[in-house]
């Protein structure tokens, strides 16, 4: 997949895409709709298939104090565009200046001028430009006039209802991680890059990869089954585990991270990225009297997430 980040426009090669157009936070199965829809108008007419996204998010820009609210860092997002098959990513920048372009302004200089599409494929919630006047009819009239097809995708429903990310967010905040998967249509995963945490579980018999959630939408604090992917180093695979996310009260009051113990696993993974998904919620996070307990309680949590993703 080719990632077009400081280059716009981009390179020949990568105008004239057919392309979704939105955040796709958590690339759920809405998502998948609508960027299918793209697929199958990319198949159609020859054309690369193409998302356009916006880093940061926009809700980090206006509203940069609001509790973390994302379900995937950039790198998470990309990894899981390219497992689907988008050709292009184009992640453009997102700053006030283009919030305040109008509807024309960036459906002219923006999707005709700047990127080069020849189709736009949007939900039927979309909306885009200064004050969110732009809508998905909207942007049908405007790329008629300035050269480029649009496709208007409906909101995919399921027997629970309206997929959405923040259906998805409430079903993390609970412990629900399956019933996020059923949306997201794949595991919720947290990736990123290995960083060295206090090393307490190297000294308990229980070392961990550690990764940062700063900005992320933390899930229920709590003890779950997971399976982790080593993306990069000497140790890339597929493991089984079990996951700590949560403060650490144990040991007084830490910033939430993420910790993961990998099953039958020796070897240094500082520095690796590496994608945790979350299977299922074992317990929630509790303050231990020593580590004894602790270390206690550890060995039967790594026991039931055997257990667990025996059977996945």
């Known amino acids: 997949m080719r990632i077009v980040r400081d280059s716009l426009p981009p390179e020949s090669a990568a105008r004239g895409a057919a392309a979704a157009i939105g955040n796709f936070d958590g690339v759920h199965l809405g998502h998948r709709a609508v960027i299918d829809t793209a697929r199958d108008v990319a198949r159609e007419s020859g054309a690369p298939l193409g998302v356009l996204t916006f880093e940061p998010h926009p809700r980090e820009v206006f509203a940069p104090d609001s509790p973390p609210f994302r379900l995937m860092n950039a790198e998470a997002r990309a990894n899981r ?11 453009m920048p997102f700053t006030r200046d283009l919030a305040q372009l109008t509807p024309e302004a960036f459906a002219r200089d923006v999707l005709a001028g700047q990127l080069g599409l020849s189709h736009a494929v949007v ?8 004050d969110r006047a732009g809508t998905a009819e909207g942007l049908g009239e405007l790329g008629t006039r300035f050269g480029f097809g649009v496709t208007v995708a409906p909101l995919l429903e399921l027997k629970a209802g309206r997929v959405s990310s923040t259906a998805i967010r409430t079903a993390l905040t609970e412990g629900r991680p399956r019933d996020a998967a059923a949306m997201l249509g794949h595991w919720h995963r947290i990736e990123g890059e290995v960083i060295r945490g206090d090393q307490r579980g190297r000294d308990l018999g229980y070392p961990t990869a550690n990764l940062d959630i700063t900005g992320l939408h933390p899930p229920r604090f709590g003890v779950y089954a997971v ?8 140790h890339q695979g597929t493991y089984d585990g079990a996951a700590s996310i949560g403060i650490r009260p144990t040991f007084g009051v830490n910033a939430p991270n993420c910790e ?3 099953f039958d696993f020796s070897g240094d993974l500082y520095g690796a990225h590496v994608s945790v998904a979350l299977v299922d919620f074992l317990r929630p996070e509790l303050a231990f009297d020593g580590v004894d307990p602790l270390i206690a309680q550890m060995d039967k949590d790594c026991a039931q997430a055997r257990e667990v993703l025996a059977h996945v």
């Open 260 to 262: 993961s113990f990998l």
């Open 123 to 130: 939900g039927e919630d979309f909306l885009f430009g200064k």
């Open 227 to 234: 399976r982790v992917d080593v993306r990069t180093g000497p």
């Open 81 to 91: 565009l390219e497992k689907i098959g988008v050709d292009v990513l184009y992640e």
